[in-house]
C-alpha cells in the first residue's frame, strides 16, 4: 500500500466545482481510493482545510467533509518538536508563500517516508515531492 499526504489545495479543487482543478481533482481522489493508497494528512492541513471550508462554502459543506473525507484519512498529529522544525522551516525559507503548513506538511511526510502529495500547490513539486494530481 502507498502512502499519498492530501493538500487543503487537493480538499478545496474537490470540493469546488468551479475551481480550474476540480475535474482533475475528482479523477485523482477516485483512482487514489480505487488503487487502495493509504491517504495521510496532519492536524495542521484539517485546521487550514476546515478553516476554507467554512469561510467559503458554509457549514453544510463543512459537514459533508468532516462526514465524508475525514474517514477516509489516516491523520497524523505533529509533536511539539515537529512542529518547531516546521518553523524552522518556513523562518529558513523566507519565502513569502511558504507556509508553516506547508512546512508541516513535508515535515510529516520526511518523517513517514511519502514521497507522493496530492496538490495543487506548486511549492510541492519545486521542493522534491512528486505530485499525484
Given at each position: 500500500?502507498?502512502?499519498i499526504?492530501?493538500?487543503?489545495?487537493?480538499f478545496?479543487?474537490?470540493?469546488d466545482?468551479?475551481?480550474?482543478?476540480?475535474?482533475?481533482?475528482?479523477c485523482?481522489?477516485?483512482?487514489?481510493l480505487e488503487?487502495g493508497n493509504?491517504?495521510?494528512?496532519?492536524?495542521?492541513v484539517?485546521?487550514?482545510?476546515?478553516?476554507?471550508?467554512?469561510?467559503?462554502?458554509?457549514?453544510d459543506?463543512l459537514?459533508?467533509?468532516h462526514e465524508?473525507?475525514?474517514?477516509?484519512?489516516?491523520?497524523?498529529w505533529?509533536?511539539?518538536?515537529?512542529?518547531e522544525?516546521?518553523?524552522s522551516?518556513?523562518?529558513?525559507?523566507?519565502?513569502r508563500?511558504l507556509s508553516?503548513?506547508?512546512c508541516a506538511?513535508?515535515?510529516?511526510?520526511?518523517?513517514?517516508?511519502?514521497?507522493r502529495?496530492f496538490?495543487?500547490?506548486?511549492?510541492?513539486?519545486?521542493?522534491g515531492?512528486?505530485?499525484?494530481?
Amino acid at each position: 500500500m502507498t502512502m499519498i499526504f492530501v493538500d487543503t489545495s487537493a480538499f478545496v479543487a474537490l470540493l469546488d466545482a468551479g475551481d480550474q482543478q476540480h475535474a482533475a481533482a475528482e479523477c485523482t481522489w477516485q483512482i487514489l481510493l480505487e488503487d487502495g493508497n493509504e491517504l495521510v494528512c496532519n492536524n495542521y492541513v484539517l485546521g487550514e482545510a476546515y478553516a476554507l471550508i467554512q469561510r467559503r462554502y458554509g457549514m453544510d459543506v463543512l459537514r459533508t467533509f468532516h462526514e465524508e473525507a475525514i474517514p477516509l484519512l489516516s491523520v497524523e498529529w505533529l509533536s511539539p518538536e515537529q512542529h518547531e522544525s516546521a518553523v524552522s522551516a518556513v523562518l529558513t525559507a523566507n519565502r513569502r508563500g511558504l507556509s508553516l503548513v506547508d512546512c508541516a506538511s513535508m515535515e510529516t511526510m520526511r518523517r513517514l517516508g511519502i514521497h507522493r502529495i496530492f496538490a495543487f500547490d506548486p511549492h510541492f513539486a519545486e521542493l522534491g515531492f512528486e505530485t499525484a494530481e
